[in-house]
Each structure stands twice: as structure tokens, then as C-alpha cells.
């Protein structure tokens, strides 16, 4: 990708998306991350619009409400819908930009009218919407409106171009540049809303997946050896995504510019959503999640501790700090994330056998219930050491569906359950936030104690978490069907001495063949000396590097130029 710099960033950006303030998934995680580089480059000229979906009784942990100098004044006396309502503040993270978030309950009441309008303007067929599909859209339709009132309102332009009541003739004209940026299918309605109403702001639509390609995958469909016989709408049809799709398709089409994270996607979209994006936006993120050189000995000490410790607890195997720890986390998704592969690779590893003993934990967030008491018993007691396993020594909390938990499944039919002293599989089936009553610690601080990560994706338009992953200097195993990877392998030597990464050919025929390179790929890692070690450390941290927003943020500012280029031919 020719990462050269384009152009500077609009006058003023809006950016929508349902994971403003509200931490669900991966979109949280580049927005917040970017948010930092837009202030550095253009502090304040970022607003940020999420849905208010907080109480007093649980408000978000990650906003503010604060004065934000014009847009508080706007708040207090903006003419919005009956039901729509809007608070003003930063978004806590670094950088603190601007976030507005908007309560948008009324526009449920105009939900009809508005549906068909966006049928006859832009050919958006609502009629089979089921599930999350209205929330999303209500919350978009407000964000349309909260952005047209803005900028009605004269925010942000400079002073002498805004004509006062007390003034005749009309206001300096003056070059200001508004983009609005739009992401995922939950925030379409809101892009055709300004489109409609507000024809000389640019607008910018980014799908991270498209609906019908995650679908697709989730069906067990092949993607990828299929997709030049996929049509998106009999797709849509058949997989009863037609709202969603055609909604996010309509988005992609009407956007003066239309971004997507990965080459690969790129190639989904052509085909699935009939518009090849103009520019691919690869995710950047910033390393301020790492603990500094001074400090993180001592934080891999505790991580490694936590790790070994438990599995100890768990299988009553003897663990010392020569352990290999190899972990895979993320989403539940069990074919798409690769899990499946992650626990073939650990069955293989029994057979082919490994330079250290190995401990493979599985940290995805399931329908868990309590910690294991007894677990708990043993981590807390003065004995360190255990001769006996725990009854099912395979799994950290307890699962309320065990008997259809594809992943304990798994794990029981591969004999896990048996303790091998060679290779001990451990599921951890919680959001690791510190509080998860085992580890009481988050990802992060137990990921730095890793000596190795597997991230197997069959469906992955980017994937933060080998990127995550790298910046601790632990290095990776992904595979050619995520972003990351596709981003690696043009970047890179595909190897660990050159980028900490080793990068696996992955289709839709080759599944045994995955298994087997990456089993081999973490052999070989368990047998490198304390050198080679460190060398792939330090190569695995300057991909990270090289990964950051300061080096990503130049994808953005040409989206940016082309949107604006577009509107600008509009006027």
C-alpha cells in the first residue's frame, strides 16, 4: 500500500459510529486509538457522535459531560425532534476529543415515514428488518438530524464568515471543508440522511466487515474459493440479511468516498456490495496499552505467574517459569477466529512434540456463570504445588451451556480433559477486565506474559489482536485471510527474525495443512535460545511501530481530500 501523505484534514469531521463511548468490539478499539493522531493534527475539529445508551444508574465510564466551547451553548438551545436529546463532553481516552452523545428514542415514532423515504430516495428495502436493525437505524436518523442542527448553528466556522441577525446581506463566503464520516451498516441511515438534507457535506462510509461476507462465514458457507459466484443481494435473500445489506450497500454507493481496513475486504466488497472502496483504510493503533522498558519486566514477571499458576491449579502438573505459554482470545467465533484450528494445533503439538512444555489457553468470553470455587480454593491456599488435576482441568469458570459450548466440546472430544504432562489446554470463558475472579487481572497485563500468540482467522478484515499482540514484543501466528496478515506479507519478510509475525497461506481447502504449519511454526518457537529470542522480541515491537496511527493516518486524509473533492463539485 502507498502509505505517501495526501493532504490535510478537513475544517471539520463528524464521525458516527455505535462504539463512541460504548466499548463493544473492534471499531472501539481504531477509533479510540485514532482519536489520539486527529487531536495531535487538528486538536478540536473532531466530533465524535455515539448513541446514549447510559443511566444515571450505569453511566459510561468512558465520557464526560463538560463544556465544549459552542457546542454546550448549541446543546442548550437546539430545536430536536420530540425524543432526541443530546450531551456534550470528551471522550475519555487519550487526546480527550470532543463526543456527543445523542439519545434517540423518538425517532422509533417516525420510523415508517422515514423508512420510506430512504426506500424512494436511495432504495433501501427496510421491509424484512428483524433483530438490531432498528436501533441501529433510529440512532442513525438522530445523528443525521444532531449533525444538520450543528452545523446550522454556525459551529466551527470562523467568526467573520457567520452572518449575526444585526448584519444585512449575506456572510463572508469562505472555504470550510465538513466531512462526514460514517461507519458500519448501524450508522447508514445516517449518511443517506445527510446526503438528502445536506448536500454540500462530504460524506465517507467504512465498512470493517460487510454484513453479508460475515454471513456468509457464519453459515459455514465458503467464502472465499465461492466469492466470484456470490451475488450480495441473493446472497442477502437467502440468508435473511436483505435490510441490512441492502441498507449498507445503498451507504457504500451514495458516500463521496468509501473506505474499507484490509485489501481483502476490499476484493469482498467489489463483489458482495458492487463498489470497489476508493481507498483501503488499514487500522492503526497506538502502544500506550504497553507498560515503559522500566516497568515491564515486572509486569511479564506477574503475568507469567498468573498464567503458570493457574494452569498448575487447574491440571496439577509442575510448571516452572521454562513453560511455554501460547494464547488465542478474542470473539467467540468459532470457525471465523480460527479457534477451531488453535485447538487442532494444540492436539498436534502432543503428537509432533514440543522443545518445553506447553500450556495453550483459549481466552474468549462465552456464556460463563461463576468462577470455579474450587479453583479458586487452590490459587488462594498456601500449596504451590498439586499432585492431582481438578475435575475437568481444562476450564477456568464454570459454562452454562457446557454441552453446547463449541469450544469445551472440542477440547473434551480431543481428550484434553485427560492431563497430558506435554500439553495442557485451558479455556478461559470471560470478559478479562480485571474482575473475572480467576486471573483479577486484563488482557493486557496477562497477554504480556505470553511467549507466543495464534490468531488462525478464516474471516478477519483486519485483526487487532496479533497487532496487540507484537507490541508487547510476544510474537504471532495469523494467517492470510485477515488484514493484518495481507498488511504483513506486503511489508515484510514473512518470518519471525524479520517482523515477529509468521504469516500462514489459508483457503477454503487446507484446513490440515494450517494445523500443521502452525504447530510447526510454535515448535520452533520453543526451541530458539535467549538471543534469537530477544531478537524476535525486538523485531515483533518495530512492526508494531510501524503499524501506528502517525504512519496510518495519511490513508485517512486522502479519503478525506476525495470526499471533499466530491461535495465541492456538487456546489
Request: proline share 5%; hydrophobic share 40%.
Amino acid at each position: 500500500m502507498d502509505n505517501s501523505s495526501a493532504t490535510q484534514l478537513p475544517d471539520l469531521l463528524f464521525e458516527v459510529s455505535w462504539e463512541v463511548c460504548n466499548k463493544i468490539g473492534g471499531i472501539y478499539t481504531v477509533l479510540s486509538t485514532k482519536a489520539k493522531t486527529l487531536q495531535k493534527l487538528n486538536k478540536d475539529k473532531t466530533v465524535f457522535i455515539g448513541p446514549d445508551v447510559w443511566t444515571a444508574e450505569t453511566p459510561s465510564p468512558w465520557f464526560t459531560e463538560c463544556n465544549v466551547p459552542g457546542l454546550t451553548a448549541w446543546a442548550s438551545t437546539a430545536s430536536l425532534p420530540d425524543g432526541v436529546a443530546v450531551r456534550v463532553g470528551r471522550w475519555e481516552i487519550p487526546g480527550r476529543p470532543i463526543a456527543v452523545l445523542v439519545k434517540f428514542d423518538g425517532m422509533y415514532a417516525v420510523k415508517d415515514e422515514f423508512y420510506g423515504e430512504m426506500w424512494n430516495r436511495f432504495g433501501v428495502d427496510s421491509l424484512h428488518a428483524y433483530g438490531d436493525y432498528d436501533e441501529g437505524c433510529a440512532f442513525a436518523h438522530a445523528s443525521g438530524i444532531v449533525i444538520e442542527s450543528i452545523l446550522a448553528s454556525g459551529y466551527g466556522l470562523p467568526a467573520d464568515a457567520v452572518r449575526k441577525p444585526s448584519q444585512r446581506g449575506r456572510a463572508k463566503k469562505v472555504k470550510f471543508d465538513v466531512v462526514a464520516h460514517f461507519d458500519e451498516w448501524t450508522t447508514g441511515m445516517g449518511l443517506l440522511y445527510v446526503k438528502w438534507k445536506l448536500p454540500h457535506v462530504a460524506t465517507a462510509f467504512t465498512t470493517h466487515a460487510t454484513s453479508i461476507g460475515r454471513s456468509i462465514c457464519g453459515n459455514n458457507k465458503p467464502l472465499y474459493d465461492q466469492m466470484p459466484n456470490y451475488n450480495g443481494d441473493q446472497m442477502a435473500r437467502e440468508l435473511n440479511m436483505e435490510a441490512k445489506h441492502s441498507l449498507e450497500k445503498a451507504a457504500a454507493h451514495q458516500a463521496d468516498v468509501f473506505t474499507t481496513v484490509s485489501e481483502i475486504t476490499a476484493r469482498e466488497c467489489e463483489q458482495l456490495l458492487e463498489r470497489r472502496p476508493d481507498v483501503v483504510t488499514p487500522n492503526g493503533f497506538e502502544k500506550n496499552f504497553v507498560p515503559s522498558a522500566k516497568k515491564f519486566d515486572e509486569a511479564r514477571a506477574v503475568a507469567r505467574k498468573a498464567l503458570i499458576s493457574t494452569a498448575s491449579a487447574l491440571t496439577g502438573n509442575e510448571y516452572d517459569d521454562s513453560a511455554f505459554v501460547v494464547i488465542t482470545s478474542g470473539r467467540c467465533e468459532y470457525r471465523n477466529k480460527g479457534i477451531d484450528i488453535f485447538l487442532d494445533v494444540a492436539d498436534r503439538l502432543r503428537h509432533i512434540g514440543a522443545d518445553r512444555k506447553v500450556i495453550a489457553y483459549v481466552m474468549v468470553p462465552a456464556w460463563c456463570r461463576d468462577p470455579r470455587a474450587e479453583l479458586r480454593a487452590r490459587l488462594d491456599g498456601a500449596e504451590t504445588l498439586f499432585d492431582t488435576p481438578l475435575a475437568e482441568p481444562v476450564i477456568t469458570h464454570t459454562l452454562n451451556n457446557p454441552d453446547s459450548d463449541p469450544v469445551i466440546c472440542r477440547i473434551r472430544q480431543l481428550g484434553f480433559c485427560s492431563v497430558d504432562p506435554r500439553v495442557s489446554v485451558i479455556y478461559v470463558p470471560c470478559y478479562l477486565n480485571g474482575t473475572d475472579g480467576i486471573f483479577n487481572l486484563p488482557y493486557y497485563d496477562l497477554l504480556i506474559g505470553a511467549d507466543a500468540t495464534v490468531f488462525p482467522s478464516y474471516y478477519e478484515p483486519w485483526g487487532y489482536t496479533p497487532l496487540e499482540s507484537v507490541a508487547f514484543g510476544v510474537p504471532t501466528v495469523t494467517t492470510s485471510l485477515s488484514g493484518f496478515g495481507q498488511w504483513v506479507l506486503e511489508s515484510f519478510e514473512n518470518s519471525f527474525d524479520d517482523c515477529g509475525v509468521n504469516v500462514i497461506g489459508r483457503g477454503d481447502a487446507n484446513y490440515h495443512d494450517v494445523v500443521a504449519n502452525i504447530a510447526n511454526s510454535l515448535r520452533f518457537l520453543t526451541g530458539v535460545g535467549p538471543k534469537e529470542r530477544k531478537r524476535i522480541s525486538t523485531a515483533a515491537r518495530r512492526t508494531a511501530d510501524a503499524a501506528s496511527w502517525a504512519n496510518f493516518i495519511s490513508y485517512y486524509e486522502r479519503a478525506y481530500a476525495g470526499a471533499t473533492a466530491a461535495a465541492a463539485a456538487r456546489k
